[in-house]
């Protein structure tokens, strides 16, 4: 009786209906109902505005978000084979833009499946909110730090300095002055000669300069010579 009943749903075709008046048919009425008891089944959809054409497996219909998604991925050479090893391309279609749909296949579902995403197959784990607060704050954070580490107005020689010194020392922007260790100033042009620090901080002036020194002579040596 229940295979009887599963295979009289193949080849059925209604028109989504989520609002009264709005693109109604005679079958509309348990349009959106039928969706949901196909989640699982094999359909193929006809879609507003260029009557494209679907098929694939009702992976769900949400009346939250009024879409469905459909896995157009081909089916598996074994029919009883798992949704949750069946390939994904999935697409997200708003109910509003379907236009007639028919059950092709009855495949996994769940035999009295829920409204939205409490009836997809397989389930739809709940989004962890905090877990993307904080990945969303520490994004933020990252790109603060990275925007911290650009001088504003400064030249292409400055910038590059900065880098320099970042890599290896505590280095920040103080206007157009490079701040290592919080002690030592490199002020433009950003040479040797531009270095200034207040007394007592002789061993973080000789840490910059040690970098500054290796980063000129690695630039001196790979600037070729004029005239040969």
Not at 64 to 82: E, F, V
């Amino acid at each position: 009786m229940a295979d009887s009943k599963r295979q009289s749903m193949v080849g059925k075709v209604a028109t989504p209906n989520l609002k009264a008046g709005v693109g109604a048919t005679k079958d509309a009425g348990d349009a959106d109902s039928n969706l949901y008891k196909a989640v699982g089944s094999r359909i193929r959809i006809t879609c507003a505005p260029n009557n494209n054409v679907l098929e694939g497996t009702l992976f769900t219909a949400c009346n939250t978000t009024n879409a469905i998604a459909i896995n157009t991925a081909p089916a598996p050479p074994n029919p009883s084979a798992p949704l949750s090893t069946q390939p994904g391309d999935y697409h997200i279609i708003p109910f509003a833009h379907i236009l007639s749909f028919d059950i092709i296949g009855l495949g996994e579902r769940t035999q009295e499946p829920n409204a939205g995403f409490d009836g997809a197959v397989p389930s739809i784990a709940k989004v962890d909110m905090a877990a993307l607060i904080a990945r969303e704050e520490q994004t933020i954070r990252e790109m603060k730090k990275k925007d911290a580490q650009k001088g504003k107005g400064v030249s292409r020689e400055g910038q590059e300095i900065f880098d320099i010194l970042a890599r290896t020392l505590p280095t920040r922007w103080a206007d157009s002055q490079i701040v290592v260790n919080d002690a030592v100033l490199v002020q433009p042009p950003y040479t040797l000669e531009s270095i200034r620090a207040p007394p007592g901080k002789e061993l973080s002036v000789n840490q910059v300069k040690k970098v500054l020194e290796r980063h000129f002579q690695k630039k001196a040596a790979a600037t070729p010579r004029k005239g040969g």
